[in-house]
């Protein structure tokens, strides 16, 4: 099972769009990777948590937290042998160890939570909360955001990942990602 949590080498960059439900990481995602003319991944927990809902009307468990992790790696070693410089990342493990935290009294399985803290990416791109908070089947926590902002805050620091973080509208986010982003490719 490890095997199935670890990254693949790559040459490409790797961004990781990062924080709460309904803070703008897909919609910025999707932007980033048209600006620079290369592909995103998917939040892999999105698809697998609505077919579960569709199915048996039931939100996210602590036993999924495992199959969602392998799944957006899985994405991920796919997708960074077809991107040309840059890969977006709609999410990574960290975020799913946050969320493992958060939900579940504190825990987060080992085995995630080592792929968590080993697994790397160039640059974490922070959404802000400013932006209104947008209602579907698997969003649960409108009057939580800004405890779960500070949560994936401070994992970010707690870990030491090379962060920015972005608000306003997606005009202004756009501006922010890629000044940082373009500074990585010229360091490169």
Do not use: H
């Amino acid at each position: 099972m490890e095997k199935n949590l670890k990254q693949v080498k790559s040459d490409c960059l790797k961004v990781v769009l990062y924080g709460p439900e309904s803070s703008g990481k897909t919609t910025l995602s999707r932007e980033l990777a048209k600006y620079y003319n290369t592909i995103w991944i998917e939040e892999f927990a999105r698809e697998y948590l609505q077919e579960k809902w569709n199915k048996e009307n039931k939100t996210c468990e602590l036993n999924d937290m495992l199959p969602i992790a392998i799944g957006q790696i899985k994405l991920e070693n796919e997708f960074c042998k077809k991107a040309n410089k840059i890969l977006f990342c709609d999410t990574d493990l960290l975020e799913t160890k946050v969320y493992s935290q958060t939900y579940y009294n504190g825990f987060c399985d080992p085995v995630l939570e080592k792929y968590a803290l080993e697994n790397k990416y160039d640059l974490y791109i922070l959404t802000d909360i400013d932006i209104p908070w947008i209602k579907d089947d698997l969003r649960d926590r409108p009057n939580n955001r800004k405890e779960m902002f500070l949560a994936f805050k401070e994992a970010l620091i707690k870990y030491n990942r090379p962060y920015i973080l972005v608000s306003g509208n997606l005009r202004n986010r756009m501006q922010i990602a890629i000044f940082e982003i373009d500074k990585l490719l010229s360091s490169n």
